[in-house]
C-alpha cells in the first residue's frame, strides 16, 4: 500500500462536545488528531454541525506534511471571529486537500473523576 491510499479527504466525527469548565491541573479540550503522510501540506477545513442552530463554517487548519497536528478545537477562529461554542453538542465535518487520517480526542475534567475518551472519524 502506498503513502497515497493512506486516509480520506472526508472524515465525520459525529460525537463532539467542548466542556465549559475544568477541575483541577488538567483543562478539558477536544482535539481532531492529523495524520499527513502525504509530501503536500493538509489544508483542512471544518463544519460544525448542532442540534439548534445552523452550522459554523469557515474554520480552518494546517498540518504539515509527513507531519501529525493535534488540532485543539478551542482554538479555531472563522474570519468573523466565530468559535465553537462550549457546552453545545455538535457534530464534525473536516475536508483535506491530501488524504490524512483523523482521530478525536477528548479529555473531560468537569469533575474530579475525569475521562479520556478517543474515537476514529468516519472516513467519507
Known amino acids: 500500500m502506498g503513502k497515497n491510499s493512506i486516509g480520506s479527504k472526508l472524515w465525520l466525527i459525529a460525537d463532539s462536545y467542548l466542556p465549559d469548565r475544568s477541575t483541577g491541573d488538567l ?5 481532531a488528531c492529523v495524520l499527513n503522510v502525504s509530501r503536500r501540506p493538509a489544508k483542512l477545513k471544518f463544519t460544525v454541525y448542532f ?3 445552523e452550522p459554523l463554517t469557515g474554520l480552518e487548519a494546517e498540518c504539515p506534511a509527513q507531519r501529525t497536528y493535534h488540532v485543539p478545537l478551542k482554538s479555531l477562529k472563522n474570519k468573523n471571529g466565530e468559535t465553537i461554542p ?7 465535518v473536516i475536508e483535506s486537500n491530501v488524504k490524512v487520517v483523523v482521530q478525536h480526542t477528548r479529555l473531560d475534567t468537569s469533575q474530579p473523576a475525569l475521562a479520556l475518551m478517543t474515537t476514529m472519524g468516519y472516513e467519507g
Request: glycine content about 0%; cysteine-free; proline content about 7%.
Open 27 to 31: 483543562v478539558s479540550h477536544e482535539s
Open 51 to 53: 442540534e439548534d442552530r
Open 86 to 92: 462550549l457546552a453545545k453538542p455538535m457534530a464534525l
